[in-house]
T-cell receptor, first 116, second 113 residues
């Protein structure tokens, strides 16, 4: 089932902070965060795994609440380059565990606009 | 280094035509994924390869869709007898290992007229 992202859209002034949320009705094994600009490929930001392992860009932070099946992406001191659509992609099992789809299940995205 | 590349970047097909979309993953990446992205939506999983083995094709929408990766590197997604609902951006992604971050290509925008 598709994770739900909130908010759907947010407009910020440069330098302001934002939080983007991703929640699932299923138990999660991993959450992946991507940013996509119009007409471009999604760009990897962060991966969070069950058990606490995280990997991602230094300037990006995120949390993963396994009990609540939620993840949040924190954007601080936003820059104009942060504009784009943010997607979370989730897995419920380790890939190639034989339990189902091995790809990411993405949310509908959060549109972020940063104004000067 | 070189990222994931896809060709063609744009493809216009008449309804009923067959199309083939190519993906060149990052060298050494074991896992390869295909996704379909409709306008204004997130990518939707189609199929997954580990080396040359297609381990999951649960997301392919119909038997008109076929994917292969015969030598464990380049992959081709083939759509037979295209329909208008096949119009979308087809994204390819690769990762070094299972459950690792995925690196996406620029996509192929398919328009079926």
């Amino acid at each position: 089932q598709q994770p739900v992202q909130s908010p759907q859209a947010v407009i910020l002034r440069e330098g302001e902070d934002a939080v983007i949320n991703c929640s699932s009705s299923k138990a999660l094994y991993s959450v992946h965060w991507y940013r996509q600009k119009h007409g471009e490929a999604p760009v990897f930001l962060m991966i969070l795994l069950k058990g606490g392992e995280q990997k991602g860009h230094e300037k990006i932070s995120a949390s993963f609440n396994e009990k609540k099946q939620q993840s949040s992406l924190y954007l601080t001191a936003s820059q104009l380059s942060y504009s784009g659509t943010y997607f979370c992609g989730t897995t419920s099992l380790p890939m190639y565990s034989g339990g189902g789809a091995d790809g990411l299940t993405f949310g509908k995205g959060t549109h972020l606009i940063i104004q000067p | 280094g070189a990222g994931v590349s896809q060709s063609p970047r744009y493809k216009v097909a008449k309804r009923g035509q067959d199309v083939a979309l190519r993906c060149d993953p990052i060298s050494g990446h074991v896992s390869l994924f295909w996704y379909q992205q409709a306008l204004g939506q997130g990518p939707e999983f189609l199929t997954y390869f580990q080396n040359e083995a297609q381990l999951d094709k649960s997301g392919l929408p119909s038997d008109r869709f076929f994917a292969e990766r015969p030598e464990g590197s380049v992959s081709t997604l083939k759509i037979q007898r295209t329909q208008q609902e096949d119009s979308a951006v087809y994204l390819c992604a690769s990762s070094l290992a299972v459950d690792d971050e995925q690196y996406f290509g620029p996509g192929t925008r398919l328009t079926v007229t």
